[in-house]
């Protein structure tokens, strides 16, 4: 079983909608948790971190389960340049981030 | 602007050849660096942490002596694939933690690599 499991998708959606992903992860002792956005051939840009309480930024918001060993992100009326790869990153120890294989969203007009 | 550098961004090498990237942290020291390695619609897996002044860990199934990874100093982390095989044509990408109030960690633009 991977450490980090999420839906590779793709997710095709039009501008204005609203379209969340989930994230599992297997490693009970994880310690903090992220969403990173990458770009086609392009390095992972951190989109936002998770907390227990849940957490917003604008049109994200995070939430984080730890009974459940399950992360989430919602995004609300989808923007063209929100088409990206999105990757759900646990902290194991220290500063190892292990990453899934992340989820394509696709914004079309 | 880009606080951690890598360098080359692209780069073409004959099979058996050695390949040097660099990584550079540019506004602040960092003591530990990453490397990994992402292939083609595949998660990034991490291949080494560097550290600064010594030995670099590698993680399982990471050939030390086929990767080699040199931190000589607090800006600066080297990966080397050494007698590269098509096989290694891969996304190579750092990322640099700083240890500032913040502890953020930061990736380098990342080094795509063809081994022909």
């Known amino acids: 079983r991977k450490e980090v499991e999420q839906d590779p998708g793709p997710f095709n959606v039009p501008e204005g909608a609203t379209v969340a992903f989930n994230c599992t992860y297997s490693?009970?002792?994880?310690?903090?948790f992220f969403w990173y956005r990458q770009d086609c051939r392009k390095e992972p840009k951190l989109l936002m971190s998770v907390y227990s309480s849940g957490n917003e930024d604008g049109r994200f918001t995070a939430q984080l389960n730890r009974a459940s060993q399950y992360i989430s992100l919602l995004i609300r009326d989808s923007k063209l340049s929100d088409s990206a790869t999105y990757l759900c990153v646990v902290n194991k120890n220290g500063n190892k981030l292990v990453f899934g294989a992340g989820t394509i969203l696709r914004v079309k007009s | 602007g880009a606080v951690v550098s890598q360098h080359p961004s692209w780069v073409i090498c004959k099979s058996g050849t050695s390949v040097k990237i660099e990584c550079r942290s540019l506004?602040?020291?960092?003591?530990?660096m990453f490397w990994y390695r992402q292939f083609p619609k595949q998660s990034l897996m991490l291949m080494a942490t560097?550290?600064?002044?010594?030995?670099?860990?590698?993680e399982q199934g990471v050939e030390k002596d086929k990767f080699l990874i040199n931190h000589a100093s607090l800006t600066l982390s080297t990966l080397t694939v050494t007698s590269a095989h098509p096989e290694d044509s891969s996304f190579y990408i750092c990322?640099?933690?700083?240890?500032?109030?913040?502890?953020?960690?930061?990736f380098g633009e990342g080094s795509w690599l063809t081994v022909v």
């Open positions: 490693n009970s002792a994880s310690q903090s």
């Open positions: 506004d602040f020291q960092a003591t530990t």
């Open positions: 560097s550290n600064e002044g010594s030995k670099a860990t590698y």
């Open positions: 990322s640099a933690r700083d240890g500032g109030p913040g502890n953020t960690i930061y």
